[in-house]
């Protein structure tokens, strides 16, 4: 073999070995090592990040006061509410700061009887007063499911919060209680016995992050303080929505078919068009970063105003026929959370609907605009 063949190989090598290399290099670059990055109890549950800290994992300084949470022996999250007791936390959302809990042992109507959120940073968003009942076994055929895990043999738990089944029930049964519960907002239907075991919408005020959240920073403690907060800015990537993440997708595909191309070239030892191929990869990521395009949607404050709606266990949906989202065309699973445009009613994934309409002003399906002003 000749020497200027054997030189040839060693530049292929390392050519090959950057090619390889490179990609695990920029993701290695972008990964944070905060020690206060969001954790979970387990896979599914809800990312906890400031001000949330979960007890064992984060550092004091990684929370706020008051959002302390910590993972029960089924890996559920858990807050405790210092008046209250336990409750598990389904989903958080840092940016309209809300969250919803639900009771960890299934029965919430218990809870609700003694639910006191004073002393907690958290309020209820909407409230509706229902009215419990204790029946005799006898009045088994009313129109309301029963509460299951507060009735006995000998009798039946029934709520309400329709005025006429409450004026029936006073009638027959003896009155428990009325209490305000902190409803989801029900846009869609009125709400039932039944769905008083459907997660507690709560959200805090204070600390205020949900500006810093959604321009894509994150929330901390100021270093000498305890209460006061400033907002740092992470890469963008990390909080882009998942409507931009598959476009990002898609974009980052045209740059992975040069790449190969690269690699192919590479191989063939057809160097020279090195330097030209990675120029175009680089051209073209700076093409698809989400600071290039200029968009004309809704503000934040206007996408929050339309009515959210966390599905339940039982993914009862608002219009039954409709159980796949026509933007990222994935079925709604529970837990999810929709959103809905009140001119059209149509629904959506929130984080879909949210994203598109802060690049359109106008629904994906009707192309109505829903804002009239
Ligand atoms: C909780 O999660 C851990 C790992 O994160 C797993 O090993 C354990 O089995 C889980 N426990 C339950 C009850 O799911
Ligand atoms: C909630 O708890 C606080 C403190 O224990 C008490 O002062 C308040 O009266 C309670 N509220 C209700 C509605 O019971
Ligand atoms: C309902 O009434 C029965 C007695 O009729 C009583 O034993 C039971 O504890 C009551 N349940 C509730 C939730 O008040
Ligand atoms: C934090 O407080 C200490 C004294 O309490 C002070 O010496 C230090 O400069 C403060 N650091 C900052 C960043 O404010
Ligand atoms: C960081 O966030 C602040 C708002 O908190 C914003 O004014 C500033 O432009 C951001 N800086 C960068 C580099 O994104």
Same mark, same amino acid.
């Given at each position: 073999?000749?020497?200027?063949?054997?030189?040839?190989?060693?530049?292929?090598?390392?050519?090959?070995?950057?090619?390889?290399?490179?990609?695990?290099?920029?993701?290695?670059?972008?990964?944070?090592?905060?020690?206060?990055?969001?954790?979970?109890?387990?896979?599914?549950?809800?990312?906890?990040?400031?001000?949330?800290?979960?007890?064992?994992?984060?550092?004091?300084?990684?929370?706020?006061?008051?959002?302390?949470?910590?993972?029960?022996?089924?890996?559920?999250?858990?807050?405790?509410?210092?008046?209250?007791?336990?409750?598990?936390?389904?989903?958080?959302?840092?940016?309209?700061?809300?969250?919803?809990?639900? &009771? +960890?042992?299934? $029965? *919430?109507?218990?809870?609700?009887? #003694?639910?006191?959120? %004073?002393?907690?940073?958290?309020?209820?968003? =909407?409230?509706?007063?229902?009215?419990?009942?204790?029946?005799?076994?006898?009045?088994?055929?009313?129109?309301? &499911? +029963?509460?299951? $895990? *507060?009735?006995?043999?000998?009798? #039946?738990?029934?709520? %309400?919060?329709?005025?006429?089944?409450?004026? =029936?029930?006073?009638?027959?049964?003896?009155?428990?209680?009325?209490?305000?519960?902190?409803?989801?907002?029900?846009?869609?239907?009125?709400?039932?016995?039944?769905?008083?075991?459907?997660?507690?919408?709560?959200?805090?005020?204070?600390?205020?992050?949900?500006?810093?959240?959604?321009?894509?920073?994150?929330?901390?403690?100021?270093?000498?303080?305890?209460?006061?907060?400033?907002?740092?800015?992470?890469?963008?990537?990390?909080?882009?929505?998942?409507?931009?993440?598959?476009?990002?997708?898609?974009?980052?595909?045209?740059?992975?078919?040069?790449?190969?191309?690269?690699?192919?070239?590479?191989?063939?030892?057809?160097?020279?068009?090195?330097?030209?191929?990675?120029?175009?990869?680089?051209?073209?990521?700076?093409?698809?970063?989400?600071?290039?395009?200029?968009?004309?949607?809704?503000?934040?404050?206007?996408?929050?105003?339309?009515?959210?709606?966390?599905?339940?266990?039982?993914?009862?949906?608002?219009?039954?026929?409709?159980?796949?989202?026509?933007?990222?065309?994935?079925?709604?699973?529970?837990?999810?959370?929709?959103?809905?445009?009140?001119?059209?009613?149509?629904?959506?994934?929130?984080?879909?609907?949210?994203?598109?309409?802060?690049?359109?002003?106008?629904?994906?399906?009707?192309?109505?605009?829903?804002?009239?002003?």
């Amino acid at each position: 073999m000749s020497k200027n063949s054997k030189s040839m190989d060693s530049y292929k090598i390392v050519c090959c070995l950057f090619f390889f290399f490179f990609p695990q290099f920029l993701i290695t670059v972008s990964g944070s090592t905060e020690i206060c990055s969001s954790s979970a109890c387990s896979w599914g549950e809800a990312k906890v990040r400031f001000p949330f800290r979960l007890k064992n994992r984060h550092l004091r300084q990684c929370g706020y006061p008051g959002f302390d949470l910590f993972c029960d022996s089924l890996n559920q999250t858990v807050l405790e509410l210092p008046n209250s007791g336990k409750f598990s936390i389904h989903a958080i959302d840092y940016e309209t700061q809300n969250i919803w809990i639900n &009771d +960890p042992e299934y $029965c *919430l109507p218990k809870r609700l009887l #003694t639910l006191n959120l %004073s002393g907690s940073p958290f309020t209820g968003v =909407f409230y509706q007063d229902f009215t419990l009942f204790n029946c005799t076994s006898d009045y088994k055929r009313y129109q309301l &499911d +029963p509460i299951a $895990c *507060l009735s006995g043999e000998k009798y #039946t738990v029934f709520a %309400s919060s329709d005025e006429r089944a409450i004026s =029936f029930l006073a009638s027959k049964c003896n009155l428990i209680a009325t209490v305000a519960v902190p409803v989801q907002w029900t846009f869609f239907e009125p709400v039932m016995s039944s769905d008083l075991g459907s997660d507690l919408l709560l959200r805090w005020a204070a600390p205020l992050c949900g500006r810093c959240e959604s321009r894509g920073g994150r929330c901390r403690l100021k270093s000498n303080s305890s209460t006061e907060i400033e907002c740092s800015n992470v890469s963008r990537r990390h909080g882009l929505p998942r409507g931009a993440r598959y476009a990002m997708t898609v974009g980052a595909g045209v740059p992975a078919i040069l790449f190969l191309v690269g690699l192919l070239c590479c191989v063939c030892g057809r160097v020279k068009r090195y330097g030209m191929q990675r120029r175009s990869v680089v051209e073209f990521t700076s093409m698809v970063t989400p600071h290039a395009t200029t968009i004309s949607g809704l503000d934040n404050s206007t996408i929050e105003s339309y009515p959210k709606t966390v599905l339940g266990e039982s993914r009862r949906l608002p219009k039954p026929d409709d159980s796949i989202c026509s933007i990222c065309l994935s079925e709604y699973r529970p837990k999810e959370t929709l959103r809905s445009i009140p001119e059209c009613q149509h629904c959506f994934h929130a984080e879909c609907i949210d994203e598109w309409l802060r690049m359109n002003a106008s629904c994906p399906i009707c192309r109505n605009s829903p804002n009239s002003s």
